[in-house]
T-cell receptor
Framework: QQQVKQSPQSLIVQKGGISIINCAYE??????FPWYQQFPGKGPALLIA???DVSEKKEGRFTISFNKSAKQFSLHIMDSQPGDSATYFC??????????WGAGTKLIIKP | DTGVSQDPRHKITKRGQNVTFRCDPI?????LYWYRQTLGQGPEFLTY????????KSRLLSDRFSAERPKGSFSTLEIQRTEQGDSAMYLC?????????????FGPGTRLTVL
């Protein structure tokens, strides 16, 4: 019940396309859902986050869609660029304020 | 640079040796977290501090691991009698105290290789 399942494991998208990464969870006590971006050799960096009382949040080219009833949330990257190539992690915060992480998606944007 | 810093960035050690890593969080961040990350996986929570108090430890944190945050500022993570399975990236993160957000700011990590 504490797991966050992330898919796909890897994704290749053409430059200018839309990248979509999905996550699903079971624990309805999760109350905060961030997405992190990680480049090789670096620590994860917060990209965008959402609370479950909101169905969508957009920041620039990045959008989180949140479906509370389905217990799913997704990251959409519009107009994907080669600089977006990285590993993306979804996470969910539990009642102890700890983040439960997905396994990550390696995104490659082909020029 | 006011971000989270970690030292050293890389550590190579022989099995059985002790190693210690340091994390300097963003100043005024009350919470400090340690994670371990292996290749192709998400970070695994190890432990976290609120100020100087260690509030939670993962069952992943064996007796060979110990963490301190003596004055509520920097933290150290020590691994005693290292094993090859300890090879990983050790990440530190800090966050301000608050109910919402809980944005965790990560350092660059310390990559440990145990030979």
């Amino acid at each position: 019940q504490q797991q966050v399942k992330q898919s796909p494991q890897s994704l290749i998208v053409q430059k200018g396309g839309i990248s979509i990464i999905n996550c699903a969870y079971e624990n309805t006590a999760f109350d905060y859902f961030p997405w992190y971006q990680q480049f090789p050799g670096k620590g994860p960096a917060l990209l965008i986050a959402i609370r479950p009382d909101v169905s969508e949040k957009k920041e620039g080219r990045f959008t989180i869609s949140f479906n509370k009833s389905a217990k799913q949330f997704s990251l959409h990257i519009m107009d994907s660029q080669p600089g977006d190539s990285a590993t993306y992690f979804c996470a969910a915060r539990d009642s102890n304020y700890q983040l439960i992480w997905g396994a990550g998606t390696k995104l490659i944007i082909k020029p | 640079d006011t971000g989270v810093s970690q030292d050293p960035r890389h550590k190579i050690t022989k099995r059985g040796q002790n190693v210690t890593f340091r994390c300097d969080p963003i100043s005024e961040h009350n919470r400090l977290y340690w994670y371990r990350q292996t290749l192709g996986q998400g970070p695994e929570f190890l432990t976290y501090f609120q100020n100087e108090a260690q509030l939670e430890k993962s069952r992943l944190l064996s007796d060979r691991f110990s963490a301190e945050r003596p004055k509520g500022s920097f933290s150290t993570l020590e691994i005693q009698r290292t094993e090859q399975g300890d090879s990983a990236m050790y990440l530190c993160a800090s966050s301000p105290l608050g109910v919402f957000g809980n944005e965790q700011f990560f350092g660059p990590g310390t990559r440990l290789t145990v030979l």
